[in-house]
């Protein structure tokens, strides 16, 4: 057998907090990123459509790993909602289908907004260019011909009133994916369904003119970095620095500490017994660490505790990328 190929790239490790732009499709912007680090791979953490702005995280290397841990995670949006127009993708890069008068009140909105937090039961708007029986549903609503709908639970934590400014409603939405919703049907494809509900139950139909994320789980938003400024960052030498450690990304799980042995034990697919203090369900997954010969906390993985009542690796960094060799670990 021949002998594999090297990667191409660096072995770099950790997660870019990207400001992703208008425009730009996620794939896009993973790559432009990939190429800045000269990484060996990369991921993120789920798609924003091209529409869609802002914190887009960027995985490079073993921090791929753990990039699913994001994907269900609750999301934070700044919404730009333009009144009295509702459009076949009930955004603004489709066609308008319906244009009404708007006599709206900023007591309206307020009036309105609670009916749409908690879980809700979404059915995309008649005018969808969702398809049914290889066609878009706008093609059945403009022919007055009645199709089955989809009904999708989803869930919406929180929606803030920003400003109205004439036609132009701004909103800070909090919200998560809720059950049974396939991987297609994404934050946008529901926050469309949202505002153009919301324009509709307004009296004068509504639809997504910008979107901004700014908000994934409890990740800093603020350490969001355009692509302009990493290719500056790039220029200077200091890409590097802008990465923040894999464990970024779990801080929803809780941490089980280990001993050095055990965390040498995880890294060769063994267990590790189970200290926490508080009663874990089996199945639960923990972030698990153990302390460098400097005091510092050195992350290993992901475990989840079975029917032994023990912690095995779920999802380990490899040895290399962890900041001691098998020789501490004795």
Same mark, same amino acid.
Request: net charge negative; glycine share 8%.
């Given at each position: 057998?021949?002998?594999?190929?090297?990667?191409? #790239?660096?072995?770099?490790?950790?997660?870019?907090?990207?400001?992703?732009?208008?425009?730009?499709?996620?794939?896009?912007?993973?790559?432009?990123?990939?190429?800045?680090?000269?990484?060996?791979?990369?991921?993120?953490?789920?798609?924003?459509?091209?529409?869609?702005?802002?914190?887009?995280?960027?995985?490079?290397?073993?921090?791929?790993?753990?990039?699913?841990?994001?994907?269900?995670?609750?999301?934070?949006?700044?919404?730009?909602?333009?009144?009295?127009?509702?459009?076949?993708?009930?955004?603004?890069?489709?066609?308008?289908?319906?244009?009404?008068?708007?006599?709206?009140?900023?007591?309206?909105?307020?009036?309105?907004?609670?009916?749409?937090?908690?879980?809700?039961?979404?059915?995309?708007?008649?005018?969808?260019?969702?398809?049914?029986? #290889?066609?878009?549903?706008?093609?059945?609503?403009?022919?007055?011909?009645?199709?089955?709908?989809?009904?999708?639970?989803?869930?919406?934590?929180?929606?803030?009133?920003?400003?109205?400014?004439?036609?132009?409603?701004?909103?800070?939405?909090?919200?998560?994916?809720?059950?049974?919703?396939?991987?297609?049907?994404?934050?946008?494809?529901?926050?469309?369904?949202?505002?153009?509900?919301?324009?509709?139950?307004?009296?004068?139909?509504?639809?997504?003119?910008?979107?901004?994320?700014?908000?994934?789980?409890?990740?800093?938003?603020?350490?969001?970095?355009?692509?302009?400024?990493?290719?500056?960052?790039?220029?200077?030498?200091?890409?590097?620095?802008?990465?923040?450690?894999?464990?970024?990304?779990?801080?929803?799980?809780?941490?089980?500490?280990?001993?050095?042995?055990?965390?040498?034990?995880?890294?060769?697919?063994?267990?590790?017994?189970?200290?926490?203090?508080?009663?874990?369900?089996? #199945?639960?997954?923990?972030?698990?660490?153990?302390?460098?010969?400097?005091?510092?906390?050195?992350?290993?993985?992901?475990?989840?505790?079975?029917?032994?009542?023990?912690?095995?690796?779920?999802?380990?960094?490899?040895?290399?990328?962890?900041?001691?060799?098998?020789?501490?670990?004795?």
């Amino acid at each position: 057998m021949g002998k594999a190929r090297p990667r191409k #790239g660096r072995p770099v490790c950790g997660v870019v907090f990207l400001d992703k732009p208008k425009g730009m499709s996620s794939n896009h912007a993973l790559q432009r990123v990939k190429r800045l680090y000269n990484a060996q791979k990369a991921g993120h953490t789920g798609a924003l459509d091209p529409l869609a702005t802002g914190l887009l995280p960027v995985c490079l290397g073993e921090a791929t790993k753990f990039s699913q841990y994001l994907l269900d995670a609750d999301k934070s949006y700044r919404v730009e909602a333009t009144l009295g127009v509702r459009t076949t993708t009930s955004d603004a890069e489709g066609e308008e289908v319906e244009r009404k008068a708007v006599n709206i009140t900023e007591d309206d909105i307020r009036e309105k907004l609670p009916e749409f937090t908690g879980k809700q039961q979404q059915s995309p708007s008649i005018y969808s260019a969702l398809k049914h029986e #290889g066609r878009p549903l706008y093609y059945y609503a403009r022919r007055g011909i009645e199709v089955p709908q989809k009904v999708r639970e989803i869930t919406i934590h929180s929606i803030e009133f920003i400003q109205l400014n004439g036609d132009v409603l701004e909103l800070q939405v909090g919200c998560s994916k809720g059950t049974y919703i396939p991987v297609s049907y994404t934050h946008l494809t529901y926050i469309r369904t949202l505002v153009d509900d919301l324009g509709q139950a307004l009296g004068c139909g509504a639809h997504v003119s910008l979107l901004h994320r700014n908000g994934v789980a409890d990740l800093n938003a603020d350490s969001m970095l355009t692509v302009d400024q990493l290719e500056q960052l790039a220029e200077a030498g200091e890409l590097d620095a802008q990465l923040h450690s894999v464990d970024c990304l779990l801080h929803a799980l809780p941490e089980q500490k280990v001993s050095r042995a055990e965390a040498r034990d995880l890294l060769h697919g063994q267990p590790a017994d189970n200290s926490l203090d508080r009663e874990v369900a089996v #199945g639960d997954q923990c972030r698990m660490w153990c302390e460098r010969l400097d005091g510092g906390k050195e992350f290993i993985g992901v475990g989840a505790l079975r029917d032994d009542n023990r912690f095995w690796p779920k999802r380990v960094l490899a040895l290399e990328f962890c900041e001691f060799s098998l020789d501490d670990l004795k």
